[in-house]
């Protein structure tokens, strides 16, 4: 049977207004040997996921990767998979994506095909996921390998269209990336369009560098923000960032809350 655990905390999370924070690992970059001390920080900081995957993996180190985390701590981990090849089975869930701001039959539906059957038989716990790329004012690998043309930075809506769509659809999520390594995060004033469209919960990601740009992405509606570049140029960057997303609706004061 599978878990449905992640699905109805990201539900909650909209319902109740509380806000998550996900860091992105990418199995190729990551060492392992320092695997214990991020997530000795991940836990202190109160990391709600780990995400994995990437757009191109080429070293075979999901599993390891994932069970290297798994080994030091409960934090839930869910593949953020660029292709079938990087499924693992080790994973607590997968974000099941269909690239819907994309016009890529094979990221819309041609390798879900291929996934379904394995997932079928797996205990992972099965998001589906429309993912949405907003163009985040430099190529980044994900338009690069998904050969699609991202959102344009200022059209907001087109990214609420697509996403209501996702929703209609019967998507679970939607997640709006701007790429990893995005020379600037999504517009809040996209995201709060898009999040005042949706029922379903959104997740955020790409370009957030710094507790500011992650709290201005939760006050606008996400409800779960997506770090990886950042986080592995400065681990430390972990604990302000993650400070930034949970003290959204609390009464800790922040400096750069207007
Ligand atoms: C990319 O949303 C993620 O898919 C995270 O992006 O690596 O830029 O934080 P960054």
Do not use: W
Request: net charge neutral; glycine share 8%.
């Amino acid at each position: 049977m599978q878990s449905t655990k992640i699905d109805s905390a990201l539900k909650s999370a909209k319902r109740t207004g509380k806000k998550q924070f996900a860091v992105l690992i990418d199995p190729d970059k990551v060492n392992l040997k320092k695997i214990r001390q991020l997530t000795d920080l991940a836990v202190r900081s109160q990391v709600d996921y780990f995400f994995i995957g990437g757009s191109l993996v080429v070293n075979n180190s999901t599993d390891s990767c994932i069970e290297a985390i798994q080994k030091y701590c409960d934090i839930p981990t869910v593949l953020f998979p660029g292709h079938p090849v990087q499924l693992s089975f080790q994973a607590d869930a997968i974000l099941f994506l269909s690239l819907i701001s994309g016009r890529n039959p094979d990221l819309l539906i041609g390798q879900h095909v291929i996934a379904a059957p394995l997932l079928k038989k797996s205990s992972l716990e099965v998001l589906p996921t429309g993912y949405i790329l907003i163009d985040g004012g430099a190529p980044t690998s994900v338009t690069y390998m998904s050969n699609t043309t991202p959102i344009p930075y200022n059209k907001p809506g087109i990214a609420v269209c697509t996403a209501l769509a996702g929703e209609m659809l019967g998507l679970q999520l939607i997640y709006m990336d701007a790429g990893s390594g995005a020379s600037r995060p999504i517009a809040p004033s996209m995201i709060r369009e898009v999040s005042k469209s949706l029922s379903i919960p959104l997740i955020v990601g790409g370009g957030i560098r710094c507790g500011e740009d992650a709290y201005k992405a939760v006050a606008a509606g996400a409800e779960v923000i997506v770090v990886g570049n950042a986080i592995e140029k400065d681990p430390i960057l972990l604990q302000e960032i993650s400070k930034a997303i949970h003290s959204y609706g609390t009464s800790d004061v922040l400096p750069y809350v207007s």
